[in-house]
């Protein structure tokens, strides 16, 4: 018995030794699949393919509607205005500053200016669509959740949100090129350290033009454009900064994979197809197709181009001249002929393209926010025109620029800068809203059955899960910049 | 000598047989002695006997536990039958507690109720889990309507974890914990299938019994999974046979619909009345719409996608429409097919059931089991054939099974227990709302005037393996087309089993060693064809999934008496987990040639994830049994755990458990009214872990951009700081039982807190991250159940009714979350189902109606005069105005549950019902908001009485409620819509989602059982015993408010399973058949 209790006590030690073990513990615990650190060069492509996609996913769902390149003839709600949460900027926005963060503080601490300064480029773009979809946004407390324990981020004031993108703008400008090293995981620009520093510049235009309502922004604007040499700014579109797409998966236009249905619920809207015509616009016929009942049969002699009024009810939509056979399609270059080599020249995810940059110089000139005058604002505004025509693979029509309503005329050149940048636009729905919001021009008339009294939108509300996830600071911003509504204005549209 | 003296005693021989009297089956293992004697025996496999009687022989009795002893006089007869009937008094029973020991059922101070292998077997659930349905007070089965074997999820005692997938109970069998994950398979395009539970798969027909431990008292001592309860089963052997016996059991059972939607079959497809085919594209008129909103059933002629064409085509013959599969020349093509010839315009209002067919489940079980004094076995092989209700869906499985025990010395048992499972399908459905899953055609997309059976050929003529043919090319995919090419296969082969020695050192002590491992293989496929809507060029994808637990443990029992009256039971214990999860997933998005689905047959370059995981627990245990005088019972159990998960200086966590069982009948004298009272009461406590790699961000591989390789920071931030979760429970409770068992009571109080969980809390992803882990929360969950067993009816011999009640009601408050965390969000799918500080677990919340309140001045919709308060505000567009925030729509969870079996039994013929009530909760039904904007079901014909034109009378719809005047005040809502903008603007677009959520209350009619066991004297010669056939019926009727679907239904997300929210989903089945068993 005795005998038993020894081996037995025994046996219980060396199990419990057994049991107890965990010097193991911590390998067994650390994750084999996945590097617990990665250069920028691995984190830069991601950031800048989602933000490329969403911006035009959001253009494609909503931009191009509200601003009226297109109009829908089924599931009517985006334009009729009954829009509910339209969280795709927000939540790309921030997911990939966190990443961008990284690359932020990666090429600080390794002196890795041209890292920084495009992160900081990206940043401000990011920002900016940001605060112009919502406003009032987190932005200085943002992304510190690991960094510094930010669990509730406040919201800045779009004002504060502008001078920090200007001031990042103008830090790229300055940094870029002060180091040697080579930049990888550049799906833009391949690394071309000299682009990047035109886009830099050219987007502070873009957004000091866009605050130009609230400060005078006349002292910066000129700074630029006077000193190309320290500020280089795009000079053809061959500065263009776009996101070609290929022509496989996974790398495809991303309407390329939509369902025939769905693309085909988008169509002309009748606000632009109208301007094209009257314009005789030889980039409306890649904007947009012949009715399918004109374009079924083999004469293109008969073809006929109609847009569908903007906001019409479901059934009024589809049956707007009698029915889809003769409403005008998308192009096809944004979607079945996408993946053509004409498609993938033309169907890009647009960051800024060269023309944009005219029209904002031709604009500036116009207003007198930099020298020049009517002369030069026409200069900018042909060479707008042309740039788009050239992007397109279009040779201008010789009467194009001298006919009535597009020859420069100084007395309405805000509105022929306006409507020719607006044309220019098409595809990139959100920046020609965020654009319209500030200039009104061109005119548009609210969608025909709209839900919003009459107010063409103005912001996003905040995704609903803010309400839960921020609440008090939200309700702060909401206070401060008025209800969160579709209808409220943003700081620099009030 | 002694031995000649017998002989000359014995002179004479008793032979008889025993059977259960409620079942007339044979009963073997009972004990036949002579009364005042030691002479005695037990009845073979067949229930009988034969008996040497000695001279002084009187009186024979019949015992076996948990029936009543019967005593008969022998006087000069030399055959005696008996009938044992159950004795419900008793409580001699004993039950399989934890780590696999056996207790008197009077020794527990817990709740627990077990179900035997024959409620298992005769009306048989190809998910073993939905078996418990009802049967059991205090388990929540959810089965999910996802097709074959869908998973089950089973709750016990209420949700107690923050993390919707972490509260379903631990499964053990033979001692050793199983897996019973549920392996996700979203993502990619739409493509969510159900490919059930892991202990879905467990062959009913080798369980002798499953056990439910409730509380945390029954389960500390199996470590942190028990924290939701245990199921422990038990698995037939061969122990107590003598010599060999085989038995036989086929069921065959035929499934069907048990609930579709009540479809309208006054509008056909189109949109404002009009409707003509012409290309399925919006070629025609409103033939690109997939809605219901088009013209009136009157039989007129109407050009459709299955009328013939002067070409001798059909309509929907249109060619390609789809220039990635190939050139699209619309004009030729429509020249080729031809004119559509118009056909009479009716409704088709069978053509969703006329789709389903009649399921068919075929199961066949033979085992062979014997046993000596040196050893017992048992094998078995199962084979289950099973189609579906959906064409082209089915599953297969083969279950091989071996148990057996050797004395490989006096001392020392060897036992091994080994369960093969072949489980493949070549098909399970898609779920959830999107192009994928026929559903989301067949309630809200599918026009009424189509004839699903003009689609069965489902290719266009001339273009087969290229383009399917459909009623629409816009949208939808054709349902046979979906279901015949589109195919989730899988493939599953899981071993799982233990070895175990036994050493007896001593009478009073022994020593168990024990290894056991879980491990599965499983491969899925799924093919898409050429022109499915959202993989035009089609696709294959392959993942595999392996998961291995090795559990390896050994257990130190002690067994003495310590004097007269104190009783002891001890032992010391120890276990090492271990948890392997590899899987791969590998896509080809596009098919260079159609109809091969093959990773090799990519057009573009395959897409490939993989992830693996470790996991290791340590643990040591102790247990100690005090009883006195077999009246009086004190339990301790103790256990320290070491998991690898969490961070060193944490990883170690202890946690002990106590409880008092007190037979107060055997203590005092009780009234005569009482024959049997027990109280008991426990606390325990479990601690928990987490899963691995929760310490430490790590990058995650993207798909790479343009060929250059993409990373991204996980949006989850560690903790460095991790606790183990604690969760302490306390229960209490009575067992009474009176009139000599006619009357059972027992009773249970109970209240679980759980705190510390480890938990993602989610974060505003403003914060650059969407979640962080962190300690939180304080749930509490508290309820009563309540098993009451009445027996109205018992004439010895003769007829017996019983009833059983299972009654349970579950009330969880979550008490506290984070510091300054008011919500968390466990899960959502159109709603979000949060936790929130003062609410209960399984509260969903969404968008809802502004109402007119008359309690905040300051507020919205104010009415001072309190006339129109808690109407509906409605805006001068005349659509229902949201809430500015979510707000609680209810609670998924029901209040109360009920089950209630009925047995009637008359010699062998033995009849059961089983009604399965619970009562309150909420589910929403996405059928009724989509089916509505696709104007399919009854409801929809509200506002259109005399077609569209809102001049008519009864058409257009003005919505219940009231307008905001400009002066503030009210007025009814005097706005008129269409009845299709009413219909879709009453939810906003999917936004408010409020008049879409319904009281989830019903009724089913769980199960019918009628068997009769033939008297083997009917069998002669022949060689078969125990013959039993029942007809059987599983889930038979439905009685409930919800409009459309069954209110016992779930949504799928990835591998978690969200109640209370139906996304179009497939419907549930009745199922009925008949069950042969014998014996030979």
């Given at each position: 018995m005795k005998v038993v209790i020894k081996k037995l006590i025994v046996l219980v030690f060396v199990l419990t030794v057994f049991s107890a073990c965990t010097n193991r513990f911590e390998e067994i615990n650390t994750n084999p699949n996945a590097p617990i650190s990665v250069t920028s060069s691995l984190l830069l492509p991601q950031i800048i393919r989602d933000m490329v996609n969403s911006t035009l996913g959001e253009a494609w769902g909503i931009g191009n509607i509200v601003i009226q390149h297109t109009a829908k003839n089924q599931f009517v709600n985006e334009d009729r205005y009954l829009w509910g949460e339209l969280n795709s900027i927000w939540n790309n926005v921030y997911s990939n500053m966190q990443d961008l963060k990284i690359v932020l503080d990666q090429s600080e601490a390794s002196n890795q200016k041209n890292y920084k300064g495009i992160a900081l480029i990206l940043k401000s773009w990011m920002f900016s669509l940001a605060t112009d979809c919502?406003?009032?946004?987190?932005?200085?407390?943002?992304?510190?959740?690991?960094?510094?324990?930010?669990?509730f981020p406040k919201y800045d004031t779009q004002e504060s949100i502008y001078a920090g993108i200007l001031a990042d703008l103008a830090e790229a400008n300055t940094i870029l090129?002060?180091?040697g090293e080579i930049v990888a995981g550049d799906p833009i620009f391949n690394g071309d350290i000299t682009k990047w520093k035109k886009l830099a510049n050219s987007l502070r235009l873009r957004y000091l033009m866009r605050i130009s309502n609230k400060r005078n922004v006349a002292a910066d604007m000129a700074a630029i454009v006077n000193n190309p040499n320290t500020n280089p700014i795009m000079t053809g579109n061959s500065d263009n900064a776009n996101y070609n797409y290929l022509a496989n998966a996974p790398d495809q236009f991303p309407l390329f994979t939509t369902r025939i249905g769905s693309f085909n619920e988008f169509r002309a809207s009748k606000t632009l197809m109208d301007v094209l015509t009257g314009f005789n616009d030889p980039r409306r016929n890649i904007f947009f197709r012949p009715t399918p009942a004109t374009e079924l049969t083999p004469d293109p002699s008969d073809d006929q181009y109609v847009g569908i009024p903007n906001g019409l009810g479901d059934v009024e939509a589809l049956q707007f001249n009698g029915g889809p056979q003769n409403q005008s399609r998308i192009g096809a270059l944004f979607y079945e002929e996408a993946n053509t080599s004409r498609g993938l020249s033309i169907a890009k995810g647009v960051i800024m393209n060269y023309a944009e940059l005219q029209f904002i110089l031709a604009e500036a000139a116009k207003k007198g926010l930099i020298a020049g005058g009517d002369a030069q604002a026409r200069t900018y505004y042909e060479n707008g025109i042309n740039a788009s025509f050239a992007y397109y693979g279009l040779s201008m029509p010789p009467t194009y620029l001298t006919q009535a309503g597009v020859a420069y005329n100084p007395t309405n050149a805000l509105v022929q800068i306006g409507t020719q940048k607006w044309i220019a636009f098409f595809f990139q729905g959100l920046e020609a809203w965020f654009d319209w919001r500030r200039t009104n021009i061109p005119a548009l008339t609210p969608a025909a059955t709209n839900q919003t009294n009459g107010i063409i939108p103005t912001r996003f509300i905040y995704p609903l899960s803010e309400q839960s996830l921020n609440t008090q600071n939200r309700i702060e911003a909401v206070t401060r910049q008025g209800a969160d509504a579709i209808t409220t204005k943003v700081w620099w549209n009030k | 000598m002694l031995f000649s003296m017998d002989m000359q005693a014995q002179d004479k021989t008793l032979r008889g047989k025993v059977t259960i009297a409620a079942t007339g089956e044979d009963f073997p293992g009972v004990s036949v002695f002579i009364k005042g004697t030691t002479v005695g025996t037990v009845t073979g496999t067949d229930g009988t006997y034969s008996l040497k009687l000695p001279n002084n022989a009187n009186t024979v009795v019949f015992s076996f536990v948990g029936y009543r002893s019967v005593e008969v006089a022998?006087?000069?007869?030399?055959t005696i039958d008996a009938q044992l009937v159950e004795d419900i008094q008793s409580l001699n029973e004993v039950v399989v507690t934890a780590l696999g020991v056996k207790k008197e059922k009077k020794a527990l101070g817990y709740a627990t109720q077990t179900i035997q292998s024959n409620d298992l077997i005769q009306a048989r659930e190809t998910n073993l889990v939905n078996s418990l349905a009802g049967k059991i007070a205090g388990v929540t089965v959810v089965g999910n309507p996802t097709g074959i074997g869908g998973s089950a999820r089973v709750i016990i005692r209420g949700e107690r974890s923050l993390n919707i997938n972490n509260n379903q109970p631990l499964f053990v069998v033979d001692g050793v914990p199983i897996s019973n994950n549920n392996y996700g398979s979203s993502g990619r395009g739409n493509q969510e299938v159900d490919y059930g539970n892991g202990a879905g798969f467990i062959n009913p027909d080798d369980i002798e019994s499953m056990t439910v431990l409730k509380g945390g008292a029954a389960s500390?001592?199996?470590?942190?999974?028990?924290n939701n309860g245990v199921i422990v089963i038990k698995t037939k052997s061969g122990r107590g046979t003598k010599g060999i016996g085989a038995t036989v059991n086929s069921t065959l059972t035929f499934e069907n619909v048990l609930r579709l939607p009540e479809y309208q079959n006054v509008y056909g497809q189109g949109l404002g009345g009009v409707f003509e085919f012409r290309d399925g594209n919006g070629g025609g008129r409103a033939d690109g719409v997939d809605e219901s909103w088009g013209p009136a059933f009157n039989g007129q002629p109407i050009r459709q996608f299955d009328s013939p064409t002067a070409n001798g085509l059909r309509g929907g013959d249109v060619g390609n429409l789809n220039t990635r599969i190939g050139p699209v020349n619309l004009a030729a093509q429509l020249a080729a097919r031809g004119e559509i010839l118009p056909t009479p315009w009716v409704a088709r209002p069978d053509n969703v059931k006329n789709f389903f067919q009649t399921g068919l489940t075929f199961t066949q079980n033979v085992a062979l089991a014997g046993s000596n004094d040196n050893g017992d076995f048992r094998v078995s092989y199962t084979y289950l054939d099973q189609k579906g209700i959906v064409p082209n869906t089915d599953l297969n499985r083969n279950t091989f099974a071996f148990a057996g025990g050797y004395n490989l010395s006096k001392r020392l048992k060897a036992r091994a227990v080994i369960n093969y499972i072949k489980n493949t399908s070549g098909n399970r459905p898609n779920l959830s709302y999107g192009t994928e899953n026929i559903m989301y055609l067949f309630n809200c997309w599918l026009g009424r005037q189509v004839d699903v059976q003009a689609m069965k050929d489902y290719w266009q003529f001339g273009r087969e393996g290229l383009n399917q043919f459909n009623f629409n090319y816009n949208y939808h995919d054709n349902p046979y087309f979906n279901v015949f090419e589109n195919t989730n296969g899988q493939s599953l082969d899981r071993v799982y089993g233990n070895l175990s020695l036994t050493y007896q050192f001593t009478d009073w002590l022994n020593l168990m060693v024990r290894s056991g491992t879980d491990f599965s293989n499983e491969f899925r496929d799924r093919r898409r064809a050429y022109s499915?809507?959202?993989?035009p060029l089609g696709s294959y994808r392959e993942e595999k999934i392996f998961y291995e637990e090795r559990n390896t443990d050994f257990l130190l029992s002690a067994n003495k008496n310590l004097s007269e009256t104190i009783s002891l039971t001890a032992s010391v214990g120890g276990n090492t987990l271990t948890q392997v999860f590899n899987s791969s997933d590998v896509f080809a998005p596009e098919l260079a040639v159609p109809g091969v689905y093959s990773l090799g047959n990519s057009r573009v370059a395959i897409q490939a994830a993989a992830f693996r995981s470790k996991k290791r627990i340590n643990s040591l245990y102790a247990s100690a049994q005090l009883g006195y005088k077999n009246f009086l019972y004190l339990d301790f159990s103790a256990r320290n755990d070491w998991s690898s998960t969490l961070p060193k200086g944490e990883w170690s966590y202890f946690y002990p458990a106590a409880n008092l069982s007190a037979v107060i009948s055997d203590m005092v004298e009780l009234p005569k009214l009482i024959s049997f009272a027990k109280a008991r009461v426990g606390i325990a406590q479990v601690g928990n872990d987490t899963q691995p790699y929760q310490l430490q961000a790590v990058y995650n591989a993207e798909t790479p951009v343009k060929g250059l390789p993409a990373y991204g920071e996980s949006s989850v931030i560690p903790n460095l700081n991790l606790k183990p979760e604690l969760s302490t429970s306390f229960e209490a409770g009575i067992d009474v039982r009176l009139l000599e068992g006619r009357i059972g009571i027992d009773f249970t109080y109970y209240n679980t807190r759980s705190r510390n969980q480890i938990i993602g809390i989610p974060l505003s992803n403003t914060t650059g991250y969407t979640s962080r882990i962190i300690n939180a929360g304080l749930i509490e969950n508290r309820g009563i159940e309540l098993m009451l067993n009445l027996v109205p009816v018992q004439l010895e011999n003769s007829i017996r009714w019983s009833i059983d009640f299972n009654f349970s009601r579950n009330r969880s408050e979550v008490k506290e979350l984070a510091d300054g965390i008011q919500n968390f969000v466990m899960a959502s799918r159109y709603l979000s189902v949060e936790a929130r500080v003062g609410g209960r677990m399984g509260d969903m919340y969404g968008i809802g109606f502004a109402r007119v309140q008359n309690t905040d001045p300051n507020g919205k919709y104010y009415d001072p005069t309190g006339q129109f308060v808690g109407q509906v505000v409605y805006n001068t567009a005349g659509k229902p105005i949201p809430t500015d925030q979510v707000i609680n729509l209810g609670n998924y969870n029901p209040d109360w549950m009920l089950g209630i079996t009925n047995t009637l039994s008359y010699r062998g013929i033995n009849f059961s019902f089983l009604f399965d009530i619970r009562q309150g909760g909420k589910v929403y039904s996405h059928t009724q908001t989509v089916g509505r904007e696709g104007g399919m079901i009854i409801e929809t014909l509200e506002g259109r009485a005399n077609g569209y034109d809102l001049s008519l009378p009864g058409n257009g719809v003005i919505g219940q409620g009231v307008v905001q005047n400009a002066d503030g005040t009210f007025r009814p809502n005097d706005f008129k819509l269409s009845a299709r903008e009413w219909h879709t603007s009453i939810t906003l677009g999917r936004r408010l989602l409020e008049g879409m959520v319904y009281d989830a209350s019903f009724v089913k009619l769980r199960e019918v059982k009628l068997g009769y066991t033939l008297p083997n004297k009917f069998m002669g010669r022949l060689p078969f015993r125990d013959v039993n056939i029942s007809f059987v019926g599983r889930n038979l009727f439905l009685w409930t408010n919800v409009p459309h679907i069954d209110p016992e239904t779930a949504s799928t997300v990835g591998g978690t399973i969200i109640p209370g929210i139906e996304s179009v989903a497939l419907p549930s089945t009745r199922s009925y058949g008949f069950n042969l068993g014998f014996k030979f």
């Open positions: 919502y406003g009032d946004i987190p932005y200085s407390e943002a992304i510190r959740g690991k960094s510094d324990g930010i669990n090129g002060t180091t | 022998i006087g000069g007869q030399s500390a001592l199996y470590g942190s999974r028990a499915t809507q959202r993989f």
